[in-house]
């Protein structure tokens, strides 16, 4: 789930309730979901790990980092029988 689906689906209480728990300000949440800024692999998790605590349907990292459109085999989420 992106970062706007999340926004979506459970509204601003809830995503202040994370950004609470990991200590981020709601101006760089909304820039994230607004996709006008990178998020690194460490906040990633920290949201991932944060949303999936509040509300038990975590934002997935692969979507925060915006890798969700790329090949499965450049991601690494790719399976092989090799």
């Not at 200590?23 to 800024?37: A, Q, S």
Request: glycine share 6%; aromatic share 6%; net charge positive.
């Amino acid at each position: 789930m992106t970062a706007q689906e999340f926004y979506k689906k459970y509204g601003r209480k809830v995503v202040r309730e994370v950004c609470a728990k990991i200590g981020m300000r709601e101006v760089y949440w909304n820039n994230i979901k607004n996709e006008h800024t990178a998020v690194s692999v460490h906040k990633a998790l920290e949201l991932a790990k944060a949303s999936d605590e509040v509300t038990g349907d975590p934002m997935t990292v692969v979507d925060l980092l915006r890798l969700r459109d790329l090949p499965s085999r450049i991601v690494g989420t790719g399976r092989s029988d090799k």
